[in-house]
Nanobody, 120 residues
Framework: VQLQASGGGLVRAGGSLGLSCAAS???????MGWFRQAPGKERKFVAS????????YYHDSVKGRFTISRDNAESTVYLQMNSLKPEDTAVYYC???????????????WGQGTQVTVSS
């Protein structure tokens, strides 16, 4: 399995960014999700979605601001990030594994990271 993440960049506080993650190869795991890691900190859960049924799960810090969605035909998961805050600054990683995929230890596969920087 390969996970290819794209998107990210630099935005001012209050702005929006979108991330996408495309899966290819033999795919295992019934959920995909996003994690983030700020400098000097542990990788933390952001959001996940089940690939059957589309159940979503969010960290409290992003509820109401971030939206995760999927396109099963394209094996792609998206993360729309609105009302961004400086504390959202981190490297964002997509992952695949079993639902709820709300802990890094549950991930079977990781994509490469993509930087999101929110300026104040």
């Amino acid at each position: 399995v390969q996970l290819q993440a794209s998107g990210g960049g630099l935005v001012r506080a209050g702005g929006s960014l979108g991330l996408s993650c495309a899966a290819s190869g033999r795919t295992y795991g019934n959920a995909m999700g996003w994690f983030r890691q700020a400098p000097g900190k542990e990788r933390k859960f952001v959001a996940s979605i089940s690939l059957i049924g589309g159940r979503t799960y969010y960290h409290d810090s992003v509820k109401g601001r971030f939206t995760i969605s999927r396109d099963n035909a394209e094996s792609t998961v998206y993360l729309q990030m609105n009302s961004l805050k400086p504390e959202d600054t981190a490297v964002y990683y997509c992952a695949r594994g079993p639902y709820p995929l709300n802990d890094p230890g549950l991930a079977h596969y990781w994509g490469q990271g993509t930087q999101v920087t929110v300026s104040s």
